[in-house]
T-cell receptor
Framework: GAGVSQSPSNKVTEKGKDVELRCDPI?????LYWYRQSLGQGLEFLIY????????KSGLPSDRFSAERTGGSVSTLTIQRTQQEDSAVYLC?????????????FGPGTRLTVL | GDSVTQMEGPVTLSEEAFLTINCTYT??????LFWYVQYPGEGLQLLLK?????DKGSNKGFEATYRKETTSFHLEKGSVQVSDSAVYFC????????????FGTGTSLTVIP
């Protein structure tokens, strides 16, 4: 079946503009994660959605970042008033629910460049 | 809190050399442990996993054993190939933290012919 998809694949924006990044998880996956991968850095956790529970927003770096997940499926990560340090690859992943942690499936990422 | 610490790179090896990438973890509960791999120009994909102590995950000639006593999950391969050149990430997921995933910073491996 289809994997995790993200759009756009590349986004170039000017400093101060708002951007929206979209993630379509694998059908039936109730867990959805957003990460940021900066050049030469590891994965930085941003936010985690699990079913209908309140999301874990502990990784969001500032209040300029927000995310929502509509209908338990598609998720949008919004960055307001973008700054140059927001430039990175933003990765989305989804996984099945379950009592045991399950494998995460990653999307191809959105490369954001803030000029 | 939960965390993963892995060996810093970059690592450069000759083809057919033995590979070890160290990974240790801190967790409040009973985590599952993972190695993910990111090949050049591609997205992250699962390489192997282990869900309980003493389990060994294996795939594509890579192995890692879940060692609770040393809180480690070191990645090994007996004979690396050029095609193994990639960035490797150690990760854990802990039921006690709602199955949130924690990733290490990644270790870049380059295998030269």
């Amino acid at each position: 079946g289809a994997g995790v998809s993200q759009s756009p694949s590349n986004k170039v924006t000017e400093k101060g503009k708002d951007v929206e990044l979209r993630c379509d998880p694998i059908s039936g996956h109730t867990a959805l994660y957003w990460y940021r991968q900066s050049l030469g850095q590891g994965l930085e956790f941003l936010i985690y959605f699990q079913g209908n529970s309140a999301p874990d927003k502990s990784g969001l770096p500032s209040d300029r970042f927000s995310a929502e997940r509509t209908g338990g499926s598609v998720s949008t990560l919004t960055i307001q008033r973008t700054q140059q340090e927001d430039s990175a690859v933003y990765l989305c992943a989804s996984s099945l629910p379950g009592g045991l942690a399950d494998t995460q499936y990653f999307g191809p990422g959105t490369r954001l460049t803030v000029l | 809190g939960d965390s993963v610490t892995q060996m810093e790179g970059p690592v450069t090896l000759s083809e057919e050399a033995f590979l070890t990438i160290n990974c240790t973890y801190t967790a409040t509960g009973y985590p599952s442990l993972f190695w993910y791999v990111q090949y050049p120009g591609e997205g992250l994909q699962l390489l192997l996993k282990a869900t309980k102590a003493d389990d060994k995950g294996s795939n594509k000639g890579f192995e890692a054993t879940y060692r609770k006593e040393t809180t480690s999950f070191h990645l090994e391969k007996g004979s690396v190939q050029v095609s193994d050149s990639a960035v490797y990430f150690c990760a854990l997921s802990d039921r006690n933290t709602g199955n949130q995933f924690y990733f290490g910073t990644g270790t870049s491996l380059t295998v030269i012919p």
